[in-house]
């Protein structure tokens, strides 16, 4: 454990001191703050005033799965060259010729690019509450932050998934292959949530039918985030099969983060 | 110190290291020789553990090289070094003085002197990537020599470097080897390994042809090289 905690912070380290990461972490927060916009403005409709505290309001949660998407992205992005580099570079060599076991190494490289992705995700999830908490006056819910904590098992379920694709195919492949299975999970999820939605059900004379399978055991990553985006607003969301996302998105995680752990054991270097 | 028994190595129906046996004992020093492809480095990647055997075992002070803890005593330097290019070369023997457990001031008086004994003094604070070859082999070598360990295998730790260069490690091997740490060495330049190795072992087509002290290998008049060839081409 003590040798994956230093691979995770060698890891964390060394991607942080990177500028294009620095660079794309000063891009966003300023993304965020253009946002402010939207708290400082006032809005009509139909020549009617809108409460500009609504506006806000729904800027935030939008916002707030927007930077859901984009630290899982982040994720993505930060995790698919991490071992195949280390490979390039000697550096795998060079430190499992230490007293170092092979799934400290794996499990330590994939803890070190969540971690940075997670933290990514939390920085600008802040920058939104300190935005709405400066311009408005409101503090959104205290669960906001919560919320975004528990969408980090969504950020650890694609590192995973991308690093064990990357063992297999091209790295830009792996991070379309997780792109495919977040972006079908979505579709479904985003398609059940409508099809539940009360606006929907009163333009539809029969219930909807029971998801299929597949539809419920396919890793919930959307799911997740729209059960996260109900903590703030209160609305309930509804999703696929018995298990809660989260749930689903931890187990798919752990069974994953497990292949990659024994498939980087059989690796010959 | 190492055990090597009938260990063979396959890939796909190629044949890298053929039913191997040998031991090395404590503060022996001990060359690898061989041509290209003869199998010496996939005999130091199993020792390493970096690929697994097709048959055989191979231990290091008694401990299997599956267990990661039997490298808690080894210092290895690669062919081909390398250092992340982001990295100083303090930073990365920072690293590894931390991987061993040394503690924070340990580290510092062990880096500074390692530094200075590799000839890197001056040049440690810099990025690696304005490091020629051979002052990345340097540092390499320098990471292989933190905390004192008591086997040191090396695989061309000279490759890269001028003679200079070459004299000075080899002054480092044999300060060492007075010490007492066991050396497994793995290098084309014969001159340098009869000077520093006591024992070593020819090894062709993954088969060991002969493994004796040098004195025994080397004959009135003859050198190692001369001894190294006429068996190959045999």
Known sequence: ?269 | MISITVATKRYGSATAVDNVSFEVRQGESFALLGPNGAGKTSLVKMLLGFTRPTSGTLSINGMSVTDPMCRASVGYCAENNAIPPYLTGYEFLARHAELIGLSKDQARTEIEAIIISVGMQGKEKQAARTYSKGMVQRIGLGAALLGSPKLLILDEPVSGLDPIGIREVRMLLEERKRMGTTILLNSHLLSEVEKVCDTAAIIKNGKILIKESISAIVKDGESLEDVFVRMIKE
């Open chain 1, 1 to 269: 454990m003590k040798s994956l905690m230093k691979i995770a912070g060698y890891t964390v380290r060394d991607i942080v001191r990177q500028k294009s990461f620095i660079a794309s972490a000063i891009v966003c927060v300023l993304l965020m703050i253009v946002l402010r916009g939207c708290y400082q403005g006032s809005y009509s409709v139909n020549g009617q005033a809108v409460n500009s505290l609504n506006v806000a309001w729904q800027a935030s949660l939008i916002a707030f799965s927007v930077v859901g998407h984009i630290a899982v992205l982040i994720g993505a992005l930060l995790a698919m060259r991490i071992y195949r580099r280390d490979r390039e570079d000697g550096s795998m060599v060079m430190l499992l010729a230490r007293p170092v076991s092979r799934w400290s190494y794996s499990l330590g490289r994939l803890a070190g690019v969540f971690f940075v992705a997670w933290a990514f995700m939390l920085l600008l999830h802040g920058t939104i509450y300190v935005l709405a908490l400066s311009n408005t006056g409101a503090r959104l819910p205290g669960l906001f932050l919560a919320a975004s904590g528990a969408c980090f098992i969504n950020v650890l379920f694609v590192v995973s998934l991308v690093c064990l694709c990357s063992f297999f195919v091209s790295d830009v492949v792996a991070v379309l292959l997780t792109i495919g299975v977040v972006a079908t999970g979505m579709v479904s999820d985003l398609v059940f949530a409508a099809m539940h939605s009360k606006t929907l059900q009163s333009f539809m004379t029969n219930a909807p039918p029971d998801p299929a399978l597949w539809r419920s055991i396919w890793p919930k990553t959307t799911a997740l985030m729209l059960d996260a985006t109900s903590w703030v607003s209160g609305v309930p969301t509804h999703y696929a099969g018995s298990i809660h996302p989260f749930v689903n998105v931890f187990v798919w995680t752990l069974i994953v983060g497990a292949l990659v752990a024994m498939r980087f054991n059989r690796e010959e270097l």
